[in-house]
């Protein structure tokens, strides 16, 4: 049965690759991008394939796009819009750790509040979050990113609980490394401040991120999260990931100083 999708965050990575996939299986999809030219190159990248894909506007610290995207009518909200900054935590400047909870936690969980309050009053709906496998444990030099998952952890598990007993499902889905860019320049932003005082801690010993997987596998898994009839709580790819979050959550409850 086809569905109404608003996916956030779909000019790139997961979020446009599974708002093309979505259109292409036949479900009606609007597709949020963060600035106009955005939404001009989607809908030419739609057009090519001769894919119905409605692109909008939708910056997600935008009031009025916000506001805009609360009239839409939709099944199923793909919440993925999000950013990355990495750094140490004594050194990363409060405002970029700020703007990483503005984005990731604060103007999500308000869409989120918006159209589950709609989903309430009918009794049907699901929200899809993209937390990451950051959000389940512990990721040096990259400690706001992951916080700000842990916060979507502990939204996501509470508003799961809360919504089912009005027919509204919260899930999350949890990437691991993948090739969208996404980790590449997150990890690069700290270049951006870190030579604009003195610091007390080494820069992150850089490196390639040469491990990372094909996107495809979790826009495959996304996919499938937002068809399914009953999807899981938690969808975490790849499979390694998913062993070495039960391993790593293990062993800290063992860990020492």
Not at 54 to 79: G, H, P, S, W, Y
Not at 150 to 179: D, F, Q, W
Not at 217 to 227: N, S
Request: glycine letters at 8%; charged letters at 25%; proline letters at 4%.
């Amino acid at each position: 049965m086809s569905k109404r999708v608003l996916v956030t965050g779909a000019a790139s990575g997961f979020g446009r690759g599974v708002a093309l996939g979505l259109a292409r299986k036949g479900h009606d999809v609007i597709a949020g991008c963060q600035i106009w030219p955005q939404v001009w190159e989607l809908r030419q990248a739609a057009k090519a394939e001769d894919l119905s894909l409605r692109v909008i506007k939708l910056d997600v610290l935008n009031e009025i796009d916000r506001a805009n995207a609360l009239t839409l009518e939709i099944d199923i909200l793909f919440n993925n819009a999000g950013i990355m900054e990495s750094g140490p935590m004594v050194e990363i400047p409060m405002s970029v750790f700020r703007s990483v909870f503005e984005t990731n936690v604060f103007a999500a969980l308000e869409l989120a509040q918006g159209f589950a309050r709609k989903m309430v009053r009918r009794g049907s709906g699901r929200i899809v979050w993209t937390s990451s496998v950051a959000g389940l444990v512990k990721v040096p030099f990259d400690g706001a990113y992951a916080a700000s998952k842990h916060a979507v952890e502990g939204i996501c598990s509470a508003m799961h609980e809360e919504l089912k007993p009005y027919g509204v499902e919260v899930v999350t889905v949890n990437p691991g490394a993948y090739r969208t860019g996404f980790n590449d320049t997150g990890m690069e932003s700290m270049d951006q401040w870190w030579g604009h005082g003195e610091r007390v801690v080494e820069h992150w010993p850089v490196h390639e991120l040469d491990k990372q997987h094909d996107p495809a596998e979790m826009i495959e898994a996304i996919i499938g999260v937002i068809e399914a009839e009953h999807p899981p709580y938690r969808t975490v790819r790849p499979e390694s990931a998913e062993a070495m979050v039960k391993r790593e959550q293990d062993e800290v409850w063992k860990r020492g100083l």
